[in-house]
């Protein structure tokens, strides 16, 4: 296996681990007569959970997705690109913003409806990516696709930070505004998508 593919899968084996970071423990486990027998331990790891865990889990979400870009660009200036690559990259890059929006919705950070909106884009692009992908055409991100994960990347770490740094010098919630922006440019990178690439397929043979 090559290093990028190596880096691809770093990233997903990131995912599960800062989540156990952004998803609160449940309360229950400090309750459980089962577990008293370690409830001194439970009841620390509780409180640093409650207290750091949301920074921890920032920091290891923002180490899974800076690497977006680069596995690709070692593939491409070293001539590693390879079929497993291609194929694992783009669901890299989907697994670590899902789960990211789930542990948001979790938290009560974000409602639901947020969440499917972006999670949504992401199986109508890939649906439609596998559909040109049955016709020999491969469609590749656009500009507005690099925007739109900058811009959800921006927004989930303000979320998972609670409004930080932004926080220390005034109350207004700009993680909520910068991830209106984001939702915005979700649906138009989905919109340009379809438009540029849509009429690549013929939907009769679909």
Do not use: C
């Not at 899902?98 to 409602?111: F, P």
């Not at 959800?152 to 409004?163: E, G």
């Not at 109350?171 to 915005?184: G, Q």
Request: glycine fraction near 6%; charged fraction near 15%.
């Amino acid at each position: 296996m090559n290093l990028p593919n190596k880096i691809t899968i770093s990233r997903i084996f990131l995912v599960p681990i800062f989540m156990l970071f952004i998803i609160p423990l449940p309360s229950w486990l400090l309750t459980s007569d089962h577990m008293q027998f370690i409830k001194p331990q439970l009841t620390a790891i509780f409180n640093f959970m409650k207290n750091y865990g949301h920074i921890l889990g920032a920091i290891l979400f923002l180490l899974a997705a800076s690497t977006d870009g680069i596995d690709g660009y070692i593939a491409r200036k070293h001539k590693m690109v390879t079929k497993f690559g291609i194929f694992l990259d783009p669901i890299a890059d989907k697994l670590v913003i899902t789960s990211a929006l789930i542990g948001l919705v979790q938290r009560q950070s974000i409602t639901g409806w947020t969440a499917m909106i972006i999670i949504g884009r992401e199986f109508i692009v890939t649906g439609l990516r596998l559909l040109a992908a049955g016709e020999g055409i491969v469609i590749s991100a656009g500009k507005w696709g690099k925007i739109k994960m900058i811009s959800q990347v921006i927004a989930v770490t303000l979320m998972l930070l609670d409004n930080f740094p932004f926080s220390l010098f005034t109350t207004y919630r700009f993680d909520i505004l910068f991830m209106w922006i984001a939702i915005i440019i979700t649906v138009y990178s989905m919109y340009d998508y379809l438009k540029k690439n849509l009429k690549l397929i013929d939907l009769n043979k679909s």
